[in-house]
């Protein structure tokens, strides 16, 4: 079959047509046809070994892990879904037997063999899965925008994270407008938050992000200093702040941009912290490379009473993203041209990743089917 195969020990992503079709080997096994499999700003990093103990199989794997498809085979045990089944999958899954288990917390699992990563995930055409791995589809949602059910499940698991809901005058700031900063606008949107505003450097992300008909102000990061010129940020500053760049540079290219007297220490993180009002949430969503390291200064921390959190992968949000994206379809939310999304066949993979990289499209997907 046709697929992308990563070479770990020796970091080399290729294109191949040999690639041994899996097959159904276990009762519980789904196979699937794979329909559409997306690029998820993670693939960098597990590519550049980058992600810590999360780093993905190194003697070979296929990776993605956001991906829809059509079962085409069941196991013998396999109940809940059939042949012809339009579905997604969630990649990963908990041992259930270790301690993070018994806490409530699956995806702290070290055990966690989430398939396009430890196990063949979804650049490919076909991939076989557990049957606890999988997600129907409402009828209303086509398999290319099942593709974003997993990113979604991420981002409902960061706005989880928010605990309790701040008030719907709240000041939010966003920053990047890639699919991740996209995906939260539109959260906020349904949610029924006005006072929203996106920061992303890249103009075509810009136009993109301003299209979705929000009706939020999408800036230059430039323009922040702009918007908090003359105003004390402990009282007039952002409720709530998303960052979904996952690049320290980035946030430091801010920090150095906006109003001087926002200065208290020279580093990368003292620019969010500053836009920050007193009792505000802020959430480093984005995932920043592991090794690389930030500074800040802990009173503003304290004199703040901030909230900094971060926010992994997706425990017990899949189910929900899935069911959102039928919501977001009837509220046309879910235009994959509209979100910036791109599609690529297979071997144009490398054109697919310079144009992620390069900003040219805010998402890139590969079509299978």
């Given at each position: 079959m046709r697929a992308l195969w990563w070479q770990g020990d020796s970091k080399t992503l290729s294109y191949a047509e040999n690639i041994e079709e899996p097959s159904v080997q276990k009762p519980d096994d789904v196979k699937i046809k794979v329909a559409f499999s997306g690029i998820c700003g993670s693939d960098f990093h597990f590519m550049s070994n980058e992600m810590g103990k999360f780093s993905p199989k190194q003697d070979g794997v296929v990776l993605g892990h956001e991906f829809s498809g059509t079962v085409v085979e069941v196991g013998s045990n396999v109940g809940k879904f059939k042949v012809g089944d339009h579905?997604?999958?969630?990649?990963?899954?908990c041992?259930?037997?270790?301690?993070?288990?018994?806490r409530q917390t699956p995806h702290f699992c070290e055990k966690n063999e989430a398939i396009g990563v430890k196990r063949n995930g979804g650049w490919a055409e076909?991939?076989?899965?557990?049957?606890?791995?999988?997600?129907?589809?409402?009828?209303?949602?086509?398999?290319?925008?099942?593709?974003?059910?997993?990113?979604?499940?991420?981002?409902?698991?960061?706005?989880?994270?928010?605990?309790?809901?701040?008030?719907?005058?709240?000041?939010?700031?966003i920053q990047?407008?890639?699919?991740?900063?996209?995906?939260?606008?539109?959260?906020?949107?349904?949610?029924?938050?006005?006072?929203?505003?996106?920061?992303?450097p890249h103009e075509g992300r810009r136009k993109t992000c301003s299209a979705l008909g929000l009706g939020y102000d999408v800036i230059h990061p430039q323009e922040l200093g702009l918007l908090m010129s003359g105003k004390d940020a402990d009282s007039d500053g952002f409720d709530v702040i998303y960052d979904c760049t996952g690049n320290c540079k980035a946030v430091q290219t801010l920090e150095s941009k906006c109003r001087p007297s926002m200065h208290r220490a020279s580093s990368v993180w003292p620019a969010t912290?500053?836009?920050?009002?007193?009792?505000?949430?802020?959430?480093?969503?984005?995932?920043?490379?592991?090794?690389?390291?930030?500074?800040?200064?802990?009173?503003?921390?304290?004199?703040?009473?901030?909230?900094?959190?971060?926010?992994?992968?997706?425990?017990?949000?899949?189910e929900e993203a899935v069911n959102l994206l039928k919501d977001l379809k009837g509220k046309e939310l879910l235009n994959l041209d509209k979100l910036g999304v791109r599609v690529f066949d297979l071997k144009e993979y490398e054109e697919a990743l310079k144009s992620l990289k390069t900003g040219t499209a805010a998402k890139v997907m590969f079509k299978l089917q």
């Open positions: 579905v997604s999958i969630d990649p990963n899954a041992c259930g037997v270790c301690s993070w288990a018994s076909y991939c076989v899965v557990p049957d606890s791995s999988v997600y129907q589809l409402p009828p209303e949602v086509p398999l290319d925008a099942g593709a974003l059910s997993e990113p979604y499940s991420c981002v409902l698991r960061g706005w989880k994270m928010m605990d309790k809901l701040p008030l719907k005058s709240s000041k939010v700031l990047g407008a890639g699919i991740i900063g996209s995906m939260f606008a539109c959260l906020f949107y349904v949610n029924g938050y006005n006072n929203v505003t996106i920061s992303e912290i500053e836009l920050a009002r007193r009792g505000a949430f802020i959430s480093m969503f984005g995932c920043c490379p592991a090794g690389e390291k930030i500074e800040v200064e802990p009173f503003q921390i304290y004199w703040k009473e901030l909230r900094i959190t971060g926010s992994f992968i997706n425990p017990f949000c899949f």
